[in-house]
Nanobody, 114 residues
């Protein structure tokens, strides 16, 4: 199983940014996938999750209404749409898959700064 994040970069406060997580090596039809982030000097925290069972989603309180998680099963890809970004959203964002075993991507850096 391989998870590869992309889409990180530098964005101004208030701006949007979309992240992608391309998954391979497993059947993208039965899974729980999540986005985590780790800010400098802080613990890794879950941001959002999505289940293949009914497509249910869940979000951390800090990003509700600001971030949207989704998947495209045909492309084996998970997305995170981030809006109204704040400096405190600066972090390395990781893709995480739970499917019997647990898998992590290597992360993509998001920097929110003017």
């Amino acid at each position: 199983v391989q998870l590869v994040e992309s889409g990180g970069g530098l964005v101004q406060p208030g701006g949007p940014l979309d992240l992608s997580c391309a998954a391979s090596g497993f059947t993208f039809s039965s899974y729980v996938m999540s986005w985590y982030r780790q800010a400098p000097g802080k613990d890794r925290e879950v941001v959002a999750g999505i289940s293949s069972i009914g497509g249910s989603t869940a979000y951390a309180d800090s990003v509700k209404g600001q971030f949207t998680i989704s998947t495209d099963n045909a492309k084996n890809t998970m997305y995170l749409q981030m809006n109204s970004l704040k400096p405190e959203d600066t972090a390395v964002y990781y893709c995480y898959l739970t499917m019997g075993m647990n898998y992590w991507g290597k992360g993509t850096l998001v920097t929110v700064s003017s």
